[in-house]
């Protein structure tokens, strides 16, 4: 039998009062553990930047006495053409880069999710080079470009491939890109697996009933679909190729001349050559790019279902 005064509705302010959460509370052992890691990126990461950032505004050449100079650095930093040709040659890289890993990867994850034999052994081949140090990477590619290369285009007749493309100003780039792309693909292949599997097969089921091409399959329901993946994987290329130097020190060292000297190379170059507040002037810039692009990227993630 039910009452009056379980018959009788709420009142809207009994309705309308908000049940207050309650926050977990955090146990001192967690803090304790916060410590250390606290203490390790502060020595390494945050001091030495808050002291490069300091000496670039002075004359400093890495040791003994300096003077602030103000905005001197940076006022030079923008007229000189050296810098300004590292920064064309950086972007154009990873511009280029980023879009050949994207698109091989895309395609390679597409027919290693499909219903092939041994695909399981062929994921594993293919992410072998990300495993492999890439000065080591470089250093095998620059035999193949100066020796392997030029012998085969003499034997196959083939004038461009006669000489090494090392040693040519205007294609020298296209070695960095190749190498580059040969070691990074393999990541953004795992991701785009990853965003292929998490589509439910149901999805292409229906598609194939109704009679969708695998092709027209791909366009409307894969791509859409991945496409959290694909920013994520555009962005995060993009900043790890602006950060270039390893293979381009073992392939090229920046030449020929300074054809393909990247702004990492031209940075360091500032640690022997008596131009360590310039450069330190230099890696601010580049530091400020690299926090605005990582800006981008939480922006452009935020909200997709990648991950």
Do not use: H
Not at 41 to 63: E, H, K, Q, R, Y
Not at 228 to 251: E, Q, R, S, T
Request: positive net charge; proline residues 5%.
């Amino acid at each position: 039998m039910v009452t009056a005064a379980a018959a009788r509705p709420r009142s809207r302010t009994a309705a309308a009062v908000p049940v207050k959460a309650v926050r977990p509370r955090v146990g001192a052992t967690f803090y304790l553990f916060l410590v250390p890691a606290l203490v390790l990126f502060t020595l390494c990461i945050t001091l030495p930047a808050v002291m490069g950032i300091t000496l670039s505004f002075t004359n400093s050449v890495g040791f003994g006495e300096f003077e602030f100079t103000g905005l001197t650095n940076y006022v030079a930093l923008f007229s000189d053409p050296a810098i300004r040709s590292s920064y064309l040659f950086t972007v154009g890289f990873a511009l280029v880069t980023v879009v050949l890993v994207n698109v091989v990867a895309f395609l390679l994850a597409v027919g290693l999710t499909a219903k092939i034999r041994a695909k399981i052994a062929l994921r594993a081949v293919f992410v072998l080079p990300m495993v492999i140090s890439g000065i080591v990477i470089a250093y095998v590619f620059n035999f193949l470009f100066s020796n392997s290369v030029p012998q085969l285009g003499q034997a196959v007749g083939i004038t461009a491939l006669e000489q090494s493309l090392l040693a040519d100003p205007d294609l020298a780039w296209v070695t960095i890109v190749i190498v580059t792309a040969w070691q990074a693909i393999p990541s953004a292949l795992l991701i785009y697996i990853a965003g292929i599997l998490s589509i439910p097969g149901e999805v292409y089921e229906a598609a194939a009933m109704d009679g969708a091409s695998p092709a027209r399959r791909l366009v409307a329901i894969t791509l859409p679909l991945v496409a959290g993946y694909v920013v994520i994987n555009m962005v995060i290329g993009f900043k790890n190729f602006l950060n270039a130097y390893d293979i381009i020190v073992g392939l090229t060292n920046g030449g020929p001349g300074t054809a393909t000297r990247s702004v990492a190379m031209t940075i360091f170059s500032g640690f022997t050559g008596g131009d360590y507040a310039y450069q330190m002037a230099n890696a601010t810039i580049f530091f400020l790019i690299a926090v605005a692009l990582a800006v981008v990227q939480l922006r452009l993630t935020r909200g997709r279902n990648a991950f």
